[in-house]
């Protein structure tokens, strides 16, 4: 009875399953993952030939010595080479393999060593077609490797001398070696689509915990690296991951330390580790794989190993993340991933945490800048004002003196450029006090507060401004003058602040470029209405600020609009 496979079929997937465990641990080279997605350097893939050339050499020794030829399963190095990294691969790898059967001899020498180089090539013509598209399948990798051996065939047909001997091997070995050697790239092919699905399932975990770590830590580092900061973010990383602690420390100290080792590795204590100084100067990720290298002098501490990762901002390393393990467990790769990711992660907060400072830092300047433009302009015109009464009143002098210096008493108390409406209401009265003393009996000025609204916190020195604009621009133009009408009252969750005229009016919006620029020394003194406009959006952003309605002969409505219940924000942002 015939058996079921010729043997030299059984004698060639015996051989063929080396190649393939051979195979499995290549997976393990990091040039061999870097290759799998397409980022692989030169030297990386210099590498990859060396390693599939020794794969296919490797594989032309376990051959089965067969009528003066090699029945082998060289094949699967060379196209795997072709089929992973591409035609300069394949074709270098099958040079160095072709190279190596052909100095073995035999009358299937250079027929073999021209196989051996036209199948790299062929591989790796297939990879480049389908990697914009896809990556190669295994049932792709099986077809080439059938179509790669029987071109095998016709080559030593065609190549190899006597023929009647060359065609009589073909008969023998075609099939087992077309079947046996396809399969077995078809496996290899099998494998490298396993490690890359390990890898990606390992990707999107990283992933996972890593935007879970973010969600919950932003809030954590919005004011820096404080040690408060540094403690919440070690302690949801301990949560996230399986580590055996987590220490966070800045350039001098330890910021925070929890978990294995927390009785002794201590907050507060300078660095005294030798592998933490080198990542703050190098800037770069240091594995610890010993006690110590850690740099821990406790004779019972657990831990036994470390990623430090530097934490990075414009201004250099601000500081190191730690991830140890203890002696249950060693780093792996995954933790070495992850560390990584984390280390990004806090660096991007801690950058995003600079800019904001920097940002309310600049609104803060920005807004003292205005409010520093209209103290003069109000001191300017009441100095004056009272000036003219020095000679002939001076009893009206000091009163208005009086008044002016519980103005800027005032002023200078307003906790930190935010009053309350009812303070701000005082301002504009003693404001109004002065200019009465210009215009007499020409001047009326009407307030109305809501109840309930008078201790609302508003920027000082909001209204002045534009009572004084009203007064001086509409009212003082008119001979027989007129009157200021001052409303604050609930709008919804906003509150709405109006200061109306009954004066000349304007024609244009004192906003638009045009305007400002025909009536900037005039009908805004190049400060008041626009200021208004600028320290509002600097401090509230839009859609808060200052709308204006006014028509020529009709007067003038300015109304600000603020946020009910947003004068913490406000005052953070003020402040810096």
Not at 497 to 525: H, I, K, W
């Amino acid at each position: 009875m015939e058996p079921l496979f010729h043997p030299l079929t059984i004698s060639l997937a015996e051989r063929a399953a080396l190649l393939v465990v051979a195979a499995l641990l290549l997976t393990r080279v990091k040039a061999f993952r870097s290759i799998l997605h397409h980022r692989a350097t030169l030297k990386e893939k210099l590498i990859m030939v060396l390693i599939f050339s020794g794969i296919s050499i490797y594989g032309t020794y376990l051959g089965i010595p067969y009528q003066d030829a090699i029945a082998n399963s060289r094949v699967i190095g060379t196209v795997m080479s072709g089929l992973l990294a591409g035609p300069w691969v394949g074709a270098f790898t099958g040079v160095i393999a072709g190279i190596h059967r052909y100095s073995l001899g035999g009358f299937t020498a250079l027929s073999c060593a021209v196989s051996t180089v036209t199948e790299g090539v062929l591989a790796g013509l297939v990879y480049h077609a389908l990697r914009k598209k896809r990556d190669v399948t295994w049932q792709t990798a099986l077809v080439v490797g059938f179509i790669a051996e029987w071109m095998q065939m016709g080559i030593i047909l065609l190549f190899s001398r006597p023929f009647d001997q060359a065609l009589e091997l073909v008969k023998t070995i075609s099939i087992p070696m077309s079947l046996v050697n396809s399969l077995g790239i078809a496996i290899f092919m099998i494998i490298v689509g396993l490690v890359r699905t390990e890898e990606d399932r390992i990707g999107a975990l990283q992933a996972q915990r890593t935007l879970r770590v973010a969600d919950r830590t932003l809030a954590f580092l919005r004011e820096g690296l404080t040690p408060e900061a540094a403690a919440s973010v070690a302690e949801e990383i301990l949560r996230t991951t399986n580590v055996a602690a987590v220490a966070i420390c800045d350039t001098k100290k330890v910021l925070a330390h929890v978990g294995a080792g927390s009785s002794h590795h201590l907050p507060g204590r300078e660095i005294i580790t030798n592998a933490t100084r080198e990542v703050l100067e190098k800037q770069e990720v240091k594995i610890a794989e010993t006690k110590e290298e850690i740099g821990c002098t406790e004779k019972n501490c657990t831990l036994r190993s470390a990623i430090i990762v530097p934490l990075l901002t414009k201004r250099g390393a601000v500081g190191v993340l730690k991830l140890y393990q203890d002696r249950t467990r060693k780093l792996s790769a995954v933790d070495l991933e992850l560390v990584r990711g984390l280390g990004a992660l806090i660096s991007t907060q801690l950058q995003i945490a600079e800019l904001e400072k920097q940002s309310r830092l600049l609104a803060t300047a920005e807004i003292k800048a205005l409010h520093a433009q209209i103290n003069p302009h109000f001191l300017f015109n009441a100095l004056n004002t009272i000036v003219s009464f020095i000679r002939f009143r001076p009893e009206k002098a000091r009163e208005l003196l009086i008044y002016l210096s519980d103005y800027f008493r005032r002023n200078l108390h307003d906790s930190g450029g935010f009053v309350t409406l009812a303070q701000e209401i005082e301002h504009i009265e003693a404001y109004v006090a002065i200019e009465r003393a210009r215009f007499d009996d020409k001047l009326k000025v009407h307030v109305e507060i809501e109840s309930g609204v008078e201790q609302t916190i508003v920027p000082g020195l909001v209204l002045q401004p534009l009572v004084e604009n009203a007064i001086k621009h509409g009212l003082l133009p008119k001979r027989e003058g007129g009157s200021v009408s001052i409303r604050a009252r609930r709008v919804q969750n906003s509150l709405e602040l109006t200061v109306a005229d009954d004066g000349v009016g304007m024609e244009r919006d004192p906003f638009a470029p045009l305007a400002q620029a025909r009536e900037g020394a005039d009908r805004l003194s190049g400060i008041g209405l626009a200021n208004v406009k600028g320290r509002l959006h600097s401090i509230y952003g839009p859609p808060y600020g200052i709308a204006i309605q006014s028509e020529k002969g009709s007067g003038t409505i300015c109304t600000i609009t603020l946020p009910l219940g947003g004068e913490s924000v406000a005052q953070s942002v003020y402040r810096g």
